[in-house]
C-alpha cells in the first residue's frame, strides 16, 4: 500500500540508498569494523606485555655473562703475570700492579684487584699470595650494582651480588693492600 499510496500521488517510489557520503558510493566497501581492531590491538599489547620483560632480562644475563668472561680474562692475566703466586705474596699493589696487568682487554665495565686477599680474609690476617678480582658492569657508563662478580683465587670460586663478601673484601682488603683500578 506504501508503494501505492506515493503512486498515485505522482511521486515515483524511491529507494534509499545508503551512502558513506563520498560521492554517493555504497556501504559495499569491505574493512574491518571497530570491535575487530580493538581486539587486534589487545592481543598486540598481551604479546608485548610478554615479550619486553624477557628481552630485558636476556640483556641483564648478556651484561652479567660479559664481565664473568672479562674477570676470566683477568685472572688468567694474573695468572700469567704471577706463577708463584699461591706460594709467594704478590708484592705489586695498586697502581702498580694496574700497570702489569696489560695483557687483558676490558669490554666495558669495571675492575678491581685486591691482592693478598680472600672472600673470607679478616682484619687480623690476611692471605699473601692470593687474591680477590672485582668485575662489575657500567651500561651506558653507568655502574651496575646488580652485575657484580667475585673471584676468589684460594678457592677458585665465583660469586654473584653477594654483599657480604664484597663487603668484607672492600673493608678488610683494600686498606692494607690498596686495590689496583682497571
Partial sequence: MFYMRHTVRGNPPRRSKRSNGFNGADFN????SLIELLVVVAILAILAAIA?????NQK???????VQTDTHNLMVEMTTQYPDAPAV????????LAAKLTGWKKTNGYFYVYPNCTVE???TSLSPGNYVLRGQSAPGGTLNWDDVWLYDSKTQQWF???ATRYNNVHTVCNPTQPRANL
Fill in 121 to 123: 680474609t679478616s682484619a
Fill in 160 to 162: 654473584l651480588n653477594d
Fill in 60 to 66: 641483564a644475563k648478556a651484561r652479567q655473562a660479559q
Fill in 89 to 96: 705474596a704478590i708484592p705489586d699493589t695498586g697502581a702498580t
Fill in 29 to 32: 566497501v569491505s574493512g574491518f
Fill in 52 to 56: 619486553i620483560p624477557l628481552f630485558l
